[in-house]
């Protein structure tokens, strides 16, 4: 199994804190010296994939090959896909299909707001080439009485690529979104009159403005003189606060801010750094320095290795990190890790085997009443020339109970 490097240097305003030095391996525990790898196929479908849990439903929503919307059913004891198929219930037979995914970069997202089931994606004009152009919003809602859906579009603009908030019960829900511009905007999704464009965000094609939780502010990365830097936004007040403040360490992935029970529920926030060979946590120490410090990172288990699809997630009390990642001499995402974010007694573990060598992407979280499991896609690029060669959604036990 790979053991994680944990890093200590300090640089700019920021210092990591209880870590080890760099290079040495962390400790059994940091490593998971008893825990062993695994993963189980839940479905053979080449097409699932970037599917997006409703946890509190045991449910996921995903597209098809040919832009079926679908919504199926989780086993909340197994974590199996019931049916494996993922062709449970179909909402919108002319959605965006998952040959999209790689133009407009996001599938469909559930909303978290109280009352009925509800969905947003995007969706193309009708009659026209799969363009950003013809790109819309889009909505499905599942009536509370009937079970039915139905699904139109949220307005006539160009804009796609829909990320939404995720707070359970939000009365307020949000979603942000880019134009083919690559300008990104928000909105309250209920009140079209407040969309806005995000200050400080113009251009990104790549990058998504994820909202923080517990609170109405979203937090995304910004090109200030020259370094990336992590911007929070009051979307209220429409108020900026950079956060980070690192000389010369770029960032590559969309940070998330959420509360961490470890920390007293204080703001926390994890990004990569260092061209994503490196994986940070920061949280604000001095309320009076608007500078957050770092408070655990980590490097890859060998020099190179690089960090994709960051997300964090709380169970039983504490907060979690989990990942894909590209491992040399792989020079693709092969890995699945989760760490937890205590530079005192660090948890960093490889759920994933190393055998057989696939690409493993798109990582996703749901939690079984045995502990939370993460599924993620799978492939074979070992090929010459390459396939690849799809193998379909796989899950791995995290161990964490």
Same mark, same amino acid.
Request: hydrophobic share 30%; charged share 20%; with cysteine.
């Given at each position: 199994m790979d053991c994680f490097r944990i890093a200590s240097r300090t640089f700019g305003t920021a210092l990591v804190l209880g870590a080890v030095h760099v290079g040495a391996p962390p400790s059994a525990a940091a490593a998971g010296a008893d825990f062993v790898p695994g993963e189980t196929q839940v479905s053979t479908r080449i097409d699932l994939f970037d599917n997006e849990f409703n946890q509190s439903r045991n449910k996921y929503t995903w597209v098809d090959a040919l832009g079926n919307l679908w919504v199926s059913n989780v086993d909340p004891k197994t974590g199996d896909f019931k049916p494996a198929s993922g062709k449970g219930v179909l909402v919108d037979p002319d959605a965006e299909n998952s040959g999209d995914l790689k133009l407009i970069g996001n599938g469909p997202e559930w909303? *978290?707001?109280?009352? $009925? #089931?509800? /969905?947003?994606?995007?969706?193309?004009?009708?009659?026209?080439?799969?363009?950003?152009?013809?790109?819309?919003?889009?909505?499905?809602?599942?009536?509370?009485?009937?079970?039915?859906?139905?699904?139109?579009?949220?307005?006539?603009?160009?804009?796609? !690529?829909?990320?939404?908030?995720? +707070? *359970?019960? +939000? $009365?307020?829900?949000?979603?942000?979104?880019?134009?083919?511009?690559? #300008?990104?905007?928000?909105?309250?999704?209920?009140?079209?009159?407040?969309?806005?464009?995000?200050?400080?965000?113009?251009?990104?094609?790549?990058?998504?403005? !994820?909202?923080?939780?517990?609170?109405?502010?979203?937090?995304?990365?910004?090109? /200030?003189?020259?370094v990336t830097q992590v911007v929070r936004l009051w979307l209220d007040t429409q108020r900026l606060e950079q956060l980070t403040f690192d000389d010369n360490h770029d960032k590559t992935t969309s940070p998330f801010i959420w509360k961490a029970p470890e920390f007293g529920n204080d703001d926390v926030m994890v990004t990569t750094a260092e061209q994503a060979t490196e994986v940070r946590v920061y949280r604000q120490l001095d309320k009076s320095n608007p500078a957050w410090s770092v408070v655990f990172r980590a490097a890859g288990p060998v020099p190179g290795s690089k960090f994709s699809s960051v997300e964090p997630f709380v169970f039983n009390g504490k907060s979690y990190v989990f990942m894909s990642a590209v491992v040399p001499p792989n020079n693709f995402a092969s890995t699945i890790y989760v760490m937890n974010i205590d530079a005192a007694s660090p948890m960093i573990r490889q759920v994933s085997p190393d055998a057989p060598v696939r690409t493993?992407? +798109? *990582?996703?979280?749901?939690?079984?009443?045995?502990?939370?499991?993460?599924?993620?896609? !799978?492939?074979?690029?070992?090929?010459? $020339? *390459?396939?690849?060669?799809?193998?379909?959604?796989?899950?791995?036990?995290?161990?964490? !109970?």
């Open positions: 909303l *978290p707001a109280a009352g $009925p #089931n509800r /969905i947003v994606y995007t969706k193309f004009v009708a009659g026209k080439p799969h363009t950003l152009d013809n790109a819309r919003l889009a909505m499905a809602t599942q009536d509370s009485q009937t079970g039915k859906w139905s699904y139109g579009f949220l307005d006539n603009l160009p804009r796609y !690529r829909v990320y939404a908030s995720t +707070d *359970p019960g +939000d $009365p307020k829900p949000r979603i942000s979104y880019l134009d083919p511009a690559g #300008n990104a905007y928000w909105r309250y999704v209920d009140v079209p009159s407040s969309e806005s464009i995000v200050p400080w965000m113009a251009g990104s094609r790549t990058l998504a403005m !994820r909202f923080a939780s517990g609170e109405y502010a979203a937090v995304f990365l910004s090109d /200030i003189s020259g493993r992407t +798109d *990582p996703e979280v749901y939690v079984t009443s045995t502990g939370p499991q993460i599924y993620y896609y !799978r492939a074979d690029r070992t090929t010459t $020339p *390459p396939c690849p060669c799809y193998d379909g959604m796989f899950r791995a036990d995290t161990g964490l !109970r």
